[in-house]
């Protein structure tokens, strides 16, 4: 489907062979199930360390805020590092960083977890930073994935809802500043455009709801089986961004709903088996990095379908695993390597368990083991 959706783009906005986008891809799809294939054989234990975890979290801050000296700015977003002939979004990355930092801090609040006045704050201040850093690129998209997988991780924690109440308001207390004295550079034209173009797309079909109308267009076009692959109209110079933010509608115009239908049982599934790895695993560091990851993919997902089919504003989010994308792709590679490796770490539990169940049957009964 990148092949198909770029290969237009690929000749006549670049200039490029019709597989350029395909090949580069292909590239860092390799690259990527080399680190998938790495991590998923480190035990996901050593995140916790603070060795690890320190320097995780100040790169992340030093990355995101290193955008504003030496960044690149693409689609008027100040969102990438160039490193010659590729580009990389240190958003995608942050994005993991956080879900280990909260799960990390989390996991060694579980015997306090509701002391409200032992740590709980600094981990939502680290959230808010990030988010702000991430607003003003501006990326409200990835900002808003952040913000959602952090309050899934508090709510999987087993904090009481009085606490959780709390660290909303103080959230909302510590962003207040950061929208007060950036407000004339959080929202430009275009941005607060879109959600005029989100209630009648219609409306502005010759300017900003270019997008959104003939992103329906292609979906409505597509039907149950599609006009066929490699056939749609739309990537023909009529939808922007087909083969990264829009990559579904051409996948509704080609393939039609049994298509599309067939991408988001496999999202759908990954998504859930995640969830259902988190809930097994009974080591609280592990079971909230499963959430985590498993969140940030659905949340993801469900911003980008949401955007294309016209139930939320349109916030440029990638749709995981499907659109082109480099720093996407590596940073979904990793993060399934550190899920697998959890999931391993399940099922050694598990047949730990049955042997030591074994054990205790076959041996004869005393006195002290009936006691």
Known sequence: MVYSSSMVTAV??????????????????????????IVSLIPYKIFQNNKILVPMVLLSLAGLGGLFIIGHTENQALSWF??????????????????IYLAAVYAKKQSYINKFNNGAVPPVIFVVIVCVLIAIQ????????????????????????KNILKLILIGCMAITPFLLLLRGKLFSEEQLARFAVFINPFSFEQGEGWQMVNSFIAVGSGGIKGLGLGKSVQKLGFLPEAHTDF????????????????????IGYIVLRGIYIGLKCKDPFGSLLAIGISSMIGIQAFINLGGISGIIPLTGVTLPFISYGGSSLLQLCISMGILVNVSMFVRYEEKYLQKQTGREKKQPATLQSIK
């Open 12 to 37: 006549q906005e670049y200039g490029k062979a019709s597989d350029f986008f395909f090949l580069k891809q292909c590239g860092n799809a390799v690259i990527g199930f080399i680190f998938f294939c």
């Open 82 to 99: 160039k490193l010659g002939a590729r580009s990389l979004q240190p958003a995608e990355f942050v994005k993991l960083s956080v879900i």
């Open 138 to 161: 501006p990326d409200f998209g990835s900002a808003a994935i952040i913000f959602a997988i952090a309050a899934t991780i508090i709510f999987a924690s087993g904090m009481s809802y």
């Open 247 to 266: 990559i579904m509608a051409i996948i509704a115009e080609e393939l039609g709903f049994f298509g599309v239908a067939f991408v988001i049982l496999l």
